[in-house]
């Protein structure tokens, strides 16, 4: 089919990428987000598309940092959450919930399946060795987030422009945890926030044990 846009994502070794070509319209007429198809390429020469099993939009593919593996969110909302392989064979359903961004930690042992924007901020942790579940929690009107180098805990935020008033950020624990929670003055607005980065990536750190409890509300958390 002929295509309005491509982009390309590599593995951390290069040896494999996924090409995603979508449509801004879909000619079919089935879907409003236009048609969006991906394909697995390799430096060996192979290629396939990647068959999805529910129509939609794609709204994110992520590889795994530290393994040959990447995900798929795709399909009408709730969308659904694939793990594919090398050969583009599905060994792993996170199940259908709204998502639109999938966010590994540097080490690639965990990974928040997340919704953000003009989803309320649905979070759900997993540790990738046995694809379990750490916790299930919300973090609403977050507009920024990133991973610790350490990989086991992370920063979310309230950042102007894109929301001007009731700026903060919180740092978390993969259990649903606020470990520190800082509100900026009404005068005040919240541009950036990154960590201090580390010249190489960190091992692995801890997967928490099953029986850490899941975030409290957020009108529960600590202010500071």
């Not at 079919?28 to 290629?47: K, N, P, W």
């Amino acid at each position: 089919m002929k295509v309005d846009n491509v982009n390309m994502k590599f593995n951390k070794s290069g040896r494999y990428g996924i090409i995603i070509a979508s449509n801004d319209v879909d000619k079919s007429g089935s879907s409003y987000y236009g048609q969006t198809l991906l394909y697995f390429i390799s430096t060996r020469g192979e290629s396939n598309q990647i068959v999805l099993n529910k129509n939609g939009p794609v709204y994110s593919v992520e590889w795994n940092p530290s393994r040959d593996e990447f995900i798929v969110l795709y399909g009408f909302m709730p969308c659904r959450a694939t793990l594919f392989n090398v050969k583009c064979d599905s060994i792993h359903e996170f199940g259908d919930n709204h998502y639109n961004e999938i966010l590994f930690n540097p080490q690639g042992n965990m990974v928040g399946l997340c919704g953000f924007g003009n989803l309320r901020g649905k979070m759900k942790f997993y540790e990738m060795e046995n694809k379990k579940q750490l916790s299930d929690f919300v973090a609403p009107d977050t507009t920024f987030f990133e991973w610790a180098p350490s990989g086991d805990v992370f920063i979310t935020g309230t950042l102007s422009p894109r929301l001007r008033q009731d700026n903060e950020f919180k740092i978390w624990n993969v259990s649903g945890k606020v470990l520190e929670h800082h509100r900026v003055a009404e005068d005040v607005q919240l541009w950036q926030l990154c960590w201090v980065k580390t010249p190489e990536i960190l091992p692995a750190p801890p997967v928490p044990r099953n029986d850490e409890k899941s975030a409290e509300k957020s009108e529960e958390t600590r202010k500071c």
